[in-house]
């Protein structure tokens, strides 16, 4: 049976938009001609169908739905799409499916809040904590609510040791011969940054190797692409550069790679670059992305199997469920030890 993830490829549309359009949604806004193509290739694919069969059991069947996270330019990101896939994949397994999928930017407003839970909903997934006002609001609406690294202590999250992550892909480093090393990602001690614990990682592993902390090799991108490949060329640029570059994402390591390759630096000869998150676009990259392997999959269906668990009872505290992380060893960081 076709999946909304399927419907999206082939219609070349976001997952979300496919959502929204086949759920009818009349807060969102797309032109006649998406709107068309996504209807069409749900025909073709024989969706229309289980789509259909959904709506006729709608007065049994719970409303269920998804805050999905994107990233700051309003793009997918392919980490949090494979969170996605898991969950949608375990809810269609034990009879289940998204009543709605929205995005964080969608929800930003008062009234496009307010509107999304007028309809009463069961059970919600959010990939990306809102305001603390709009997520006390969503807790009065929504019962049961599961967080996927969302760091918040009153609802349940799925999520995986940011600190533990960043010591792994520094330890390679080092290990590697590596002293001079820079750092792009996110470094606002801020308690709602979801990698304060990398850029912790990087700080303590300098100090604890005697290694010298540069401040202009500390660097913040905000988690924006342009930015990042902005930073590398200047980091770069400069007359004394590091051996080596802790990128604090996948997502990020491609606009990193993308700077040093318009530079026309060598990696791993002239440098090397280590991520975190194993995306899947990771190992396709030239060269290969050496990188901390998230299981985005897993998460995802952990997260819709403690949702159910939720919705069919469980009363216990709130609790943090963390998955193991993995070093996944490919070309990118050369070892200066030969």
Not at 50 to 77: F, N
Not at 181 to 200: C, M, T, V
Not at 248 to 271: F, K, N, R, T, Y
Not at 279 to 297: H, R, S, W
């Amino acid at each position: 049976m076709s999946t909304i993830r399927d419907i999206a490829s082939a219609a070349g549309v976001s997952i979300a938009s496919v959502s929204r359009i086949l759920n009818e949604d009349p807060t969102y806004k797309a032109t006649d001609a998406t709107r068309k193509k996504v209807v069409d290739t749900a025909k073709k694919m024989n969706y229309s169908s289980s789509a259909a069969h959904r709506k006729q059991k709608q007065s049994v069947e719970p409303r269920i739905g998804c805050i999905y996270r994107l990233t700051a330019e309003r793009k997918a990101d392919s980490y949090y799409a494979s969170i996605l896939h898991g969950v949608q994949g375990y809810f269609e397994k034990h009879g289940y499916s998204l009543s709605f999928i929205q995005t964080q930017f969608d929800i930003a407003d008062e009234q496009s809040l307010e509107s999304l839970f007028k309809i009463p909903c069961d059970g919600l997934i959010i990939m990306d904590i809102p305001s603390e006002k709009a997520l006390d609001y969503i807790r009065s609406k929504v019962k049961h609510i599961v967080g996927i690294d969302t760091q918040n202590a009153q609802i349940d999250n799925v999520r995986y040791n940011r600190f533990e992550a960043g010591v792994t892909a520094m330890q390679y480093l080092i290990d590697n011969g590596h002293k001079k090393i820079a750092y792009i990602g996110s470094k606002l001690p801020l308690s709602d940054n979801l990698n304060f614990g990398r850029y912790e990682a990087y700080t303590r592993m300098m100090q604890i190797h005697a290694l010298p902390m540069r401040p202009e090799w500390s660097i913040d991108c905000e988690w924006k692409q342009q930015t990042c490949y902005n930073k590398t060329i200047e980091l770069m640029s400069a007359p004394d550069t590091p051996t080596a570059i802790f990128v604090g994402s996948d997502h990020m390591a491609i606009a990193c790679i993308s700077a040093l390759h318009q530079m026309h630096v060598s990696i791993p000869e002239d440098i090397s670059v280590i991520g975190i998150s194993d995306i899947e676009g990771a190992k396709y990259l030239n060269p290969p992305l050496t990188t901390v392997a998230i299981p985005q999959l897993q998460i995802g269906e952990i997260a819709a199997e403690d949702l159910l668990s939720r919705m069919n009872g469980n009363t216990t505290v709130a609790k943090q469920i963390f998955v193991s992380t993995s070093l996944v060893v490919r070309e990118s960081v050369r070892n200066l030890n030969e």
